[in-house]
Each structure stands twice: as C-alpha cells, then as structure tokens.
C-alpha cells in the first residue's frame, strides 16, 4: 500500500512530510530553513522547522513580540545570547525562549549545526518566506547579504513584530 503525502481521516487532514522535502530558504545566508509544518498547515496555531546553521551563522540580537520559540538540537554547539547571560547548548539540547525575550544565537563549531525550531503561533514563517532566498543545499549558501537586504530585513521584522535589537 502506497501512502500519500496528505491523507483524509474523519473531519480532519493528516499532514506528512517526506524526509528531505519541505520549502526551504536561506536566511542571512548562513541559515537553511525547511518548512515542515507552517501557518496555513496549521491553522496558524505553530510553524515547525528544520535549521541548518553554517559555522559562525545565526540571526542577531532581536526580540519576537508575538511567538514563543523552542529549539531541541540535532547536532552540533549553539551559543544563546539571553539579556547579557550566554548559554552552551549542546546536540540533545532543548531551549525555550518565551516571546518578549531578547535572544540571539550562534552556531560555534566548526561543522553545520542542525535544530529543530517550533514556533507557537505561527507566524514568523510568513516573515521568512518574504526575505528568505529559495535554497536546497545547506553546502550552497547564497552570497552575503547586502546593505539594501538588510534594509528591508528590518522593515519586514517589524511588520512581523520582530524587534532587531542593537
């Protein structure tokens, strides 16, 4: 028996997503985020991806004034950044980050690290469709951001009540 990808169960949709599949984007050019679950699959109650962060890579400091944040770590070392404290999360990690918290983080190995992120709602999916730059290959990052991208990166946070935090 051949299954597919959605099946219909009574009054209620079974999402699957193969291994390997799922939109995936670039984010900053050093973070390769895969859509496993987002708004519209999830009736905007949470977004769930799959991020690889390339060595040295992840967002800046920023606070999401609308969702709360968890990452559980596949592989590798992730520095949190958390209102002047720094957390070493390990593979087998998971953190919490509520919304309102100021946060950054930093893959520092030298290899890609690997995390799941679960967004409650969702939400920040939406924001990274609009900048993220269409990828497959976490071996293929694009170019370096530009200034003109890093302009509309914080028009389009606010719009998505992210706070860039300088």
Known sequence: MQMKNTMQTTGSSISHVPPGEGKSVWMVGTDLITFKAASEDTDGAFAFF??????????PPHI???EDESFYLLRGQIELFDNGRTIRATTGSF????????????????????????????????????????????????????????????????????????
């Open 50 to 59: 799959d991020v690889v962060i390339l060595p040295q890579g992840g967002p």
């Open 95 to 166: 953190v919490h980050i509520p919304k309102g918290t100021v946060h950054a983080f930093k893959n520092v190995g030298k290899e890609p690290a690997r995390m799941l992120v679960l967004v409650t709602p969702a939400g920040l999916d939406k924001f990274f469709e609009e900048m993220g730059e269409t990828g497959t290959d976490a071996s293929s990052p694009p170019p370096p951001p530009d200034q003109e991208y890093f302009e509309r990166f914080g028009a389009a946070a606010q719009k998505y009540g992210i706070e860039v935090v300088t």
């Open 64 to 66: 999401h004034h609308r």
